[in-house]
């Protein structure tokens, strides 16, 4: 997506990150992990919530970060593909979205993987500690898998149920779409799929494509096919397994935007969020088993 605001990319390259590979680096002084392929399409990954900060893919940026995002190391960052686990929004008594996104994951770009075909492969792990334990008695680990390709990025959310009683949450890939100007995009892929409006509290049904302009936060089944971004300059193929439920589909429009903090009062302009969702009812893990559910980006 060909995108004209002002809004700066994330960062410039330090030269150690020009070469192919994983390494080492830095966001607003927080640590992260820099994923470049031979091609040039690069991500950035904050150990902050193991959230996905930046895609480049033919030498455009994919996600919206908020320039005004917060970088202390300890509060969510608004923007690129946040990580909701295992709450999602305020749908149960934890902090709002899970305490997942808050958190320091680990991952070593030693250890990333290179693919057949010019790919990089990262796995970033949290897991249960006295302090989760408090708030969500549970003993877990979960792992972000995140694979680069070619004009394509996936994020896969793994969780490992380490004890020995079953455990149940929500979760959800907030991802924060980059675009020139939403008001001139449509989402395709959701035509005749019941939905809750929730910001009219009503449940109608999707009649032809989504279009953007004022505020708008909607929950949909997870559609059986692939979902695609159509914008002026291009766009993108979205797709989510079968494991994520629901799709959100959320952009805060002009008066909303303009209450929030951490975000610029025309930012809305410049991003959409599409969620691969697990969260109507919540996913239940037997002891000992694993979940898994991939969210998959594909450059247009």
């Not at 877990?140 to 969780?159: M, N, S």
């Amino acid at each position: 997506m060909k995108v004209t605001s002002s809004f700066p990319a994330v960062t410039a390259l330090p030269a150690a990150a020009q070469a192919p590979g994983a390494c080492a680096d830095a966001w607003q002084g927080l640590p992260a992990i820099r994923l470049r392929l031979a091609c040039g399409d690069t991500a950035l990954v904050a150990l902050q919530g193991a959230q996905l900060l930046s895609w480049q893919a033919g030498g455009e940026e994919q996600l919206f970060l908020s320039p005004h995002a917060a970088h202390d190391g300890h509060t969510p960052i608004r923007g690129g593909i946040p990580v909701c686990f295992p709450q999602f929004n305020q749908r149960g008594p934890l902090v709002k979205h899970g305490f997942a996104r808050t958190l320091t994951w680990q991952a070593d770009a030693a250890q990333a993987e290179v693919l057949a075909g010019d790919g990089l492969f990262l796995r970033l792990k949290l897991a249960d500690t006295p302090q989760t334990r408090a708030v969500w008695p549970h003993s877990f680990e979960t792992w972000l898998e995140v694979t680069l390709l070619p004009g394509r990025l996936d994020a896969e959310l793994v969780v490992h149920n380490r004890g020995d009683t079953p455990l149940a949450f929500t979760a959800a890939l907030h991802s924060y779409l980059r675009v020139a100007d939403v008001e001139q995009c449509r989402l395709q892929g959701l035509d005749g799929l019941p939905y809750w409006d929730a910001v009219a509290d009503t449940h109608p049904t999707q009649q032809g494509d989504v279009r953007f302009g004022e505020e708008l936060d909607r929950v949909y089944p997870r559609p059986g096919k692939t979902m695609e971004l159509d914008a002026p300059a291009g766009g993108l193929r979205i797709s989510q397994d079968a494991a994520w439920s629901e799709t959100v589909v959320w952009n805060p429009g002009p008066a909303l935007c303009a209450r929030l903090a951490d975000m610029p009062p025309h930012g809305w302009r410049q991003m959409l969020c599409v969620e691969a969702a697990a969260i109507d009812a919540p996913v239940h893990v037997a002891p000992g088993a694993h979940w898994r559910a991939a969210q998959r980006l594909h450059k247009l």
